[in-house]
């Protein structure tokens, strides 16, 4: 047992990051690069300090014994995963905001806008989505525009409604090549035409531009060096993680680091990327490239790559100018992630790797090989971080031989600062246990992915991400919950032997037991969330808003002015008045008008009805919930709520709808 005096002295390196951090991090500002700088160069610092530490200190001697084989192999996998983090401290030390550049640009066409082909690219998605997007893609404020649905089901009564809407509908008779042979085949029927226009937006069936999206879009291109600009994408409703846990309004959707933090400041490097949808691309540039590129499932990446091979540079608007459908089941959201991984490494290993002799510069190299660390590294660290304690509780191995002081004097200051410089930069996002849940879901079929990519990155098949669907029942991902629940109960019952057991593991084994004790019990609170996450809550089609909008019904030739706090096409919540059920009332609806409705529940001030929506009033719904300014969702964290929520889920047995 040290005596207190020495651990207190151990505890000193992370009591003056604490005091650094909460005396100064509020008063910066997270735009400016000076303090982006500093923070990233001493959360580099105190990670390499770490890692040498670690390196020296703490690993088994080289023998043929099972001790180093663990204690090596770990030492790999944390080194691995620490150099995507020095990566991603270098990356976020710079931020770039074009909204000031996209303003002073606005109107640079002149009397002459240029002409605008929008594609929309679907496979299987139901008429429900896609008249979503149609009525955004209609309501979108810029004369010289054309909108193509292109179908790659291959569905005739898609054609006529198309037909019915004034768009126009092009198929193909072949799959090949997915998403990216699906817009070839456009491109090239538009050529054929003479329809040739002078810039493409590409919009994923499910995504809703709003009204701005491409005058404020195309105010970048004055730029003639511009290939391509992105957009964020912004999602209506909530991801599986954020509904599962029942933290949808307390906690940003699994995406929102990366669109709103990692990608400005990957344009401040000049390494932005397309991200596929919400984004338009220069119809010169995409000709000298030879088309969307077909070598890797993530072709949108690759789109980026190709355009700079070319010297076009990607650019990167980050305001909020469309909304979009995220995943809504687990398996689906496992599968999508699984694809982007695949489809980097598809990248690395093509011609346009960051190895290969090409035209790419040095920053576009150390993009790819940043993004292929990240992939190839953080999933199976994660999963290690799982099991390795595991070979201690069960049979004795030490992973870490080190005294608690040192472990202390070492990591927390460390931790903490890596943790306080990202949350600087995010405004808060970073969540412990909740940020490990949504890695640790797929990190399994994740890293098989990202490694079949890697091994064998060619003939790998584009797998759609399903959407829509009935989500109205309670379901159970029973073979994502069996693996997760047998990690947990292996984890408490090694902890439970391993606690009222003694072995003999040498002059450390006290300390060794203390570090693997605080790292199984955070293990198996995250085992616990993710366990929560695979009861999938039944769904409503409920739009994530901020706000609620007052509305004004008539109701027996009286009119009552109450909440509106829901919608979709299908019913309304209101609050601030309870109905019998059965009422029929009229809700006049700004932009939308009166519209017949029939209470189905009513419960504690708040009435739920049914909706008759001709097709026009449809429309004008769509475009009234999607293509406003601003986004859906929240993009901060809510401590308390986030708690709240989880708390409710724990007791409710993941079994109740929000």
């Known amino acids: ?16 990051v604490l005091g650094i951090a ?34 020296t200190e703490t690993l088994a001697p080289l023998a043929p014994t099972w001790d180093a084989l663990a204690s090596w192999s770990f030492f790999f996998l944390e080194a691995f995963a620490m150099l995507s983090s020095l990566s991603a401290f270098a990356l976020l030390a710079r931020y770039r905001n074009r909204s000031r550049d996209a303003d002073e640009a606005l109107g640079w066409w ?3 806008p240029p002409k605008v082909a929008v594609f929309i690219a679907t496979y299987n998605e139901e008429w429900q989505i896609l008249e979503r997007t149609i009525a955004g893609v209609r309501a979108l404020r810029w004369p010289n525009k054309h909108v193509y649905v292109l179908d790659d089901g291959q569905r005739p009564w898609l054609a006529d409604a198309c037909k019915a809407l004034d768009v126009s509908y092009i198929a193909r008779a072949d799959n090949t090549h997915g998403k990216a042979g699906n817009l070839n085949h456009a491109r090239e029927a538009l050529k054929a035409s003479g329809a040739v226009p002078d810039y493409v937006a590409v919009l994923d069936a499910d995504f809703v531009p ?21 957009t964020p994408q912004h999602f209506f409703n909530p991801d599986p993680i954020q509904h599962n846990l029942g933290i949808s309004r307390a906690y940003p959707d699994e995406q929102r680091f990366f669109f709103d933090h990692q990608q400005p400041s990957r344009d401040a490097w000049g390494v932005a990327v397309c991200c596929g949808t919400s984004s338009i691309v220069r119809w010169e540039a995409l000709e000298a490239i030879g088309g969307f590129p077909t070598a890797s499932v993530t072709e949108d990446y690759l789109l980026s790559v190709r355009l700079q091979e070319q010297r076009y540079s990607t650019a990167y608007l980050n305001e909020p100018l469309s909304e979009g459908l995220a995943p809504e089941g687990l398996r689906e959201y496992i599968t999508q992630r699984a694809r982007w991984g695949m489809g980097l490494m598809q ?12 035209s790419l510069r040095i920053r576009d190299r150390w993009s790819m090989i940043d993004s292929f660390v990240y992939w190839a590294s953080i999933f199976p660290f994660k999963l290690a971080c799982i099991i390795y304690p595991l070979l201690f509780w069960y049979f004795g191995v030490v992973v870490l031989d080190a005294q608690l002081d040192d472990i202390i004097s070492h990591f927390a200051p460390y931790y903490l600062m890596s943790m306080f410089f990202i949350n600087f930069v995010s405004g808060g996002l970073f969540v412990p246990i909740v ?3 949504s890695q640790i879901v797929g990190a399994w079929e994740i890293s098989r992915g990202v490694y079949t990519g890697l091994l064998r990155p060619k003939g790998q098949k584009f797998k759609v991400t399903v959407k829509g669907g009935d989500r109205s029942r309670m379901l159970v991902q029973w073979p994502l919950l069996w693996r997760f629940m047998t990690l947990f109960v292996v984890t408490f019952v090694g902890l439970a032997f391993g606690l009222v057991t003694d072995y003999q593991i040498g002059s450390n084994a006290a300390d060794a037991k203390i570090v693997i004790l605080f790292w199984t019990l955070y293990n198996l609170a995250v085992l616990a969330l993710v366990m929560l996450v695979c009861f999938e809550a039944p769904r409503t089609s409920a739009v994530l808003r901020r706000s609620p909008e007052r509305v004004r019904i008539e109701l027996e030739g009286q009119e009552h002015h109450v909440w509106l706090v829901d919608l979709n096409e299908d019913a309304l919540r209101l609050r601030g008045i309870a109905l019998p059920r059965g009422t029929r009332f009229v809700a006049h609806i700004d932009q939308m008008g009166p519209v017949e409705a029939v209470v189905f529940q009513s419960l504690e001030g708040t009435t739920e009805a049914n909706l008759t929506l001709s097709p026009a009033i449809r429309l004008a719904m769509h475009e009234k919930l999607h293509t406003r300014e601003g986004e859906p969702g929240t993009g901060i964290v809510a401590t308390a709520a986030l708690l709240a929520g989880i708390g409710r889920r724990i007791v409710s047995g993941g079994f109740r709808s929000h």
């Open 22 to 55: 909460y005396t100064f991090l509020p008063l910066l500002d997270r735009e400016r690069t000076l303090p982006r700088v500093v923070l990233a160069t001493f959360a580099a610092i105190l990670s390499l300090r770490y890692l040498i530490w670690r390196y």
């Open 110 to 112: 002149g009397k002459d």
């Open 347 to 358: 990248i690395v290993r093509s011609a346009s790797g960051p190895l290969r002799p090409n």
């Open 1 to 16: 047992m040290y005596a207190f005096s020495e651990t207190l002295s151990a505890w000193a390196p992370a009591l003056v």
């Open 210 to 230: 709003h009204q701005g999206f491409i005058s404020r879009s195309l105010s970048l291109f004055s730029d003639p060096t511009i290939g391509l600009v992105q």
């Open 435 to 437: 940020h490990d849940v």
